[in-house]
């Protein structure tokens, strides 16, 4: 069974910045590396949302929230995704979640991320 551990949320004062983590485990790297993957975010009292999206060969794509602020990435050898988060605001608090765009894998637990202003 797959599995998608979060790591590197914390509480950050608006316009810093904060770099999260996800790692795959439970699936070979060759299956990762096919897979579009995406950073999702879900806040208090709001549903879940997209934030960006990558595919393998790196194609990216961001949300106009956060668009120019944050950037996705990958490694594939590592089965890692990665949310290099800058300028951060209050309204980017949520915790946060990677997993494929279609056919998802079971969510991890997230990563908390606070900003306060």
């Known amino acids: 069974q797959v599995q998608l551990v979060e790591t590197g949320g914390g509480l950050v004062q608006a316009g810093g910045s904060l770099r999260l983590s996800c790692a795959a485990s439970?699936?070979?790297?060759?299956?990762?590396?096919?897979?579009?993957m995406g950073w999702y975010r879900q806040a208090p009292g709001k549903q879940r949302e997209l934030v960006a999206s990558?595919?393998?060969?790196?194609?990216?794509n961001h949300a106009d929230s956060v668009k120019g602020r944050f950037t996705i990435s990958r490694d594939n050898a590592k089965k890692m995704v990665y949310l290099q988060m800058t300028n951060v605001k209050p309204d980017d608090t949520a915790v946060y979640y990677c997993?494929?765009?279609?056919?998802?894998?079971?969510w991890g637990q997230g990563t908390q991320v606070t900003v306060s202003s």
């Open positions: 990558i595919s393998s060969p790196g194609s990216t």
């Open positions: 439970g699936v070979s790297t060759i299956i990762f590396s096919v897979n579009v």
């Open positions: 997993n494929k765009i279609s056919n998802k894998y079971s």
